[in-house]
């Protein structure tokens, strides 16, 4: 007969497992309902493709791919919120399903890899093989444990790449640029014009505009009202505490400073200097004859040319004599510029030219001791802020106000209206310019703290629209735009005479320096132009002329030559070659985007928001 006790026990503890693993169960569902559902490690997807799912994990990993991509390209980590500002995520779920309907598609048509094809791919993968380069199994099983992935997800997923490929292969490759595409794109792209250009400048206006009325510049300050008003500002209140306010208070170690001194005695004790240039020469008598045409009279610099090098090359900067070995004696015997040699050097036989005399340097301890002690008392005064940043937090943090730090501590009150273009005071430290940026209503203060050592703390009161400037306050910007205009006015009128005038038979050159500008592509720069110049310059015809007016930028330019490609050579062949293979490249990526999009629209797309959700809320 079973023991009543124990028979009691087992029906409890079986009763217990049963309440355990409903409970279980229902947490797992739970879960489930707020979209974790890849405990497993591949359970759930995010959507899928006619029967091909998206898994959760391959969203993820493809995701942080890309996050981890661009936090490169930017130096610095991307929360998934900044990366989603970029289109990342859109992107990744985009490229997602794309794979996913060629998926689908190579599944519908009984398109497959063989075995063969796998496990050749796989023991030639260097990813996969040893020191002596050879397929090692068990590399091969932990670099995919490290993945987490097993050898069958493996396998089966490079058995659906080389799948894909050979299905965007068959779509997208063979395709061959047609001739005339080739040929007018290179037409258009190797074509060369030569251009007579005058630029008329304030200089060319035969007298400066009269003074303008008040009438006139109220017109032009309510005509370009634009033009004087301020930006958006961001009125900021804050505390700052810097080294300066309160290095003066510091007391000053004057057995450190004394160490300082001395650990810096080279910058405070130097010895006589010379500045010297040393010109080297590969043998003695090279030298020596060099020495002797300098005394008959051949200079330094034609000596130093005939080198076939330059001054810069040459230059030692200033030497003590002792760093200039073997010459020194001779060349600080010299009283004045001269050259002597030859000397041995570390690099051979050389002619030696003092061009200067740096006196020697003493500064006493004395006469260093307000600059080193401003040093240390900076010093103290950065590590001292140091030492307050936490009580200062836990001030700001237990309710304070920054006008509260300020009365209470040796934080300084301060009031500035922020805008993009803020550089004075506190907006000169980029820390500050950027906690400006990003304050939001209702922050609470933090102490951020300064390259320099520096701290502080802000808060955003108001956000100021932008607002025309008062006309009082603009009158001489508004008196300097009327004027400018005026002359860009005078100017136009000018150049439209011109251009009337070289219509007429006169030359261009007539009127001022013309510059020559020749063999001008559709990609060249011309310096100190707008960009509309050279839109405008493949726009005319040869023999034209044009006036051009952009801002303050006026010009009376003609088009003396228009010169075609050269239709044959190594250079063109080389042009249409990458023309064809460009034009190739966008034609098989036109055809294959149109493929897949109809593959996605053929199959439907379904995404689940909620696992999306679910494996956002996994980033930072």
Known sequence: MANPTDDTRRKKGKGTSIVVWVLMGMLVLGLGGFGITNFGGGLGAIGKVGDREITINDYQRALQTEMRALSQQFGAQLTLQQAQTFGIDQQVRQQLVNTAALDNEADRIGLSAGDGRIVNEITNSSAFQDASGQFNRETYRLTLQNNRLSEAEYESKMRADLARALLQGAVAGGFAAPAVVTDTLYAYVSERRS????????????????????????????????????????????????????????????????KLYQDRIAEFVQPERRLVERLVFPTLDAATAAKTAFDAGTTF?????????ALSDIDLGDKSAEELGTAGPAIFALTEPGVVGPFDSDLGPALFRMNGILAAQNTTLDEARDDLAAELAADSARRAIDDMVEGFDDRLASGATLEDLANETDMTLGQIDFTATSSEAMAAYPAFRQAAADAVDGDFPAIIQLDDGGIFALRLDAIIPPTPVPFADARTAVTDSWTAQAVTKSLSDLATTIKSQIEGGAALGAFGITEILTDITR??????????????????????????????????????????????????????????????????????????????????????????????????
Do not use: C, W
Request: charged share 15%.
């Open 301 to 309: 610099e034609s000596l130093v040319e005939q080198r076939g090098v």
């Open 523 to 620: 990609s060249s720069t011309i310096a100190d132009t707008p960009a509309s110049l050279l839109q405008t310059v493949f726009e005319m015809d040869a023999g034209q002329i044009r006036v051009l007016e952009e801002g303050t930028f006026v010009a009376v330019m003609q088009l003396d030559t228009v010169t075609p490609g050269a239709t044959d050579g190594p250079d063109a062949e080389a042009l249409k070659a990458a023309i064809a293979a460009q034009a190739e490249q966008a034609l098989a990526q036109d055809a294959f985007a149109l493929y897949t999009n109809a593959l996605t629209s053929a199959a439907g797309i379904t995404l689940d928001n909620a696992a999306i959700n679910s494996v956002h809320a996994q980033f930072p």
């Open 195 to 258: 251009l007579s250009l005058l630029r008329l400048t304030a200089a060319d206006v035969a007298a400066p505009p009269a003074a303008p009325t008040d009438a006139e510049l109220t017109a032009h300050y309510d005509a370009n009202i634009a033009e004087f008003t301020a930006s958006e500002a961001r009125r900021i209140t804050y505390a700052a505490l810097l080294p300066e306010n309160i290095a003066a208070n510091m007391p000053i170690d004057e057995t450190l400073l004394a």
